[in-house]
């Protein structure tokens, strides 16, 4: 499976991005997604989180009640809907596929990952 994110960009405090993460293959279906980001010095955090079906999500504490999680297997892609973005949001984000259906919480619980789209949040 390749990933492919985009939907970085500058915003300002309080604005909302989408990103997209676009999958090629067939088994975009049956693996759980997440998306991480990473800032200059620190490890890479997991934001969110999705079961192969969507029936389930993960949400990083400081997302939940913000951004949202999604994905559209007719479309192979995965969404972040990020709102309410604050100057803390500033990171590199990564798309990320597991091999099962089931999401992990730890970057070496995926196999497949995106290069990286860049979110800025002004003040």
């Known amino acids: 499976v390749q990933l492919q994110a985009s939907g970085g960009g500058l915003v300002q405090a309080g604005g909302s991005l989408r990103l997209s993460c676009a999958a090629s293959?067939?088994?975009?279906?049956?693996?759980?997604m997440a998306w991480f980001r990473q800032t200059p010095g620190n490890e890479r955090e997991i934001v969110a989180a999705?079961?192969?079906?969507?029936?389930?999500?993960y949400y990083l504490d400081s997302a939940k009640g913000r951004f949202t999680i999604s994905r559209d297997s007719s479309k192979s892609t995965m969404y972040l809907q990020m709102n309410s973005l604050n100057p803390e949001d500033t990171a590199v984000y990564y798309c990320a596929g597991a091999r099962s259906a089931w999401f992990s919480l730890r970057t070496d619980g995926y196999t497949f990952w995106g290069q990286g789209t860049l979110v800025t949040v002004s003040s």
């Open positions: 293959g067939r088994t975009f279906s049956n693996i759980a």
């Open positions: 999705i079961s192969s079906l969507g029936a389930n999500t």
